[in-house]
């Protein structure tokens, strides 16, 4: 998506991807060689940390990082900047169907994914439920967001306007995986989920089928993105361009 970007707006840029063993010296390698920007994937976004010149405070609140930017300091020197546009993404693909802070939403799971939804949530005043198959970990993260817990065999209780997804239940190859029962969905307006390979998970196609709106994986993965991109060109990210990327990728591994 990157790339497609670079190619529409005519930058000599390149993005491509790196796996780093040593991140301190891959971070030395990085200023080296004149990098201006890196993402930062599992399971590096909090290791990461030690590392940085400065942090963006909602990054440093979240804990984790998935965007370095090398910057001119004030005194000329290049320093190395953390942040976190995870939480952004979500935000953004909700606020095209749902007014956040009059919405009450029932986020399920508790892993880094969760964390970066529920705040991003909670900064748009949403009102948040917790759920979780591990109730000490769904409860940890509850606590931190100072929001409800719900256990996930209690979810049948639980009233909502949203309902997102944050496990990995119905990726590929288990494409049948379904996180909450299908009878349960009739009760969201919107339901999103973070799984984007399938496209279309079981979720989102019985979401559609009992008449919920849906929000597909793509959607948080393309604004994380265009927010990268502002963060380090500073133009306007051509977010349809970049979401034709991802849909083309997305394709391209189906057949491969
Ligand atoms: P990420 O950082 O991508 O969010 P993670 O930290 O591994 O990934 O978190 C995965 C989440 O998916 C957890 O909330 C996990 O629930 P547990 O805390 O009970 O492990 C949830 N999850 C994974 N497989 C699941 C399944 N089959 N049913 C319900 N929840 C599941």
């Known amino acids: 998506m990157h790339n497609a970007a670079f190619a529409e707006l005519g930058m000599n840029r390149v993005y491509m991807p790196m796996e780093v ?8 390698g990085l200023r080296a060689l004149g990098f201006r920007g890196v993402s930062v994937t599992v399971p590096h976004k909090e290791a990461v940390i030690p590392f940085l010149d400065e942090i963006d405070p909602v990054a440093e ?38 007014n956040l802070s009059q919405s009450r939403v029932l986020v399920i ?3 880094g994914s969760a964390k ?26 509850a606590d931190w967001l100072d929001c409800t817990f719900v256990p996930l065999e209690e979810i049948t209780d639980v009233s909502a306007d949203v309902l997102i997804n944050t496990t990995s239940v119905g990726m590929e190859p288990n494409n049948e995986g379904i996180v909450v029962p299908p009878s349960l969905l009739p009760g969201f307006s ?49 977010q349809l361009i970049m979401r034709s990327a991802l849909e083309e990728e997305l394709r391209r591994r189906a057949v491969a």
Do not use: H
């Open 21 to 28: 063993s040593d991140i301190e010296q891959g971070i030395v």
């Open 61 to 98: 609140k979240i804990g984790a990082v998935n965007t370095l930017v090398f910057q001119k300091g004030k005194d000329g020197r290049v320093i190395l900047r953390g942040l976190n546009t995870d939480w952004l993404g979500a935000n953004t693909a909700l606020a095209e169907k749902v």
């Open 109 to 111: 799971g508790a892993g």
């Open 116 to 141: 970066a939804v529920g705040f991003g949530l909670v900064q748009a005043g949403a009102e948040v439920i917790i759920s979780n198959r591990t109730v000490k970990t769904g409860k940890a993260l």
């Open 190 to 238: 919107v339901v999103m989920d973070i799984v984007y390979a399938p496209l279309e998970t079981r979720l989102l196609r019985e979401a559609k089928a009992a008449g919920c709106q849906t929000i597909d994986g793509l959607a948080m993965l393309l604004y994380q993105g265009a927010a990268q991109f502002k963060i380090w060109t500073g133009a306007i990210p051509p």
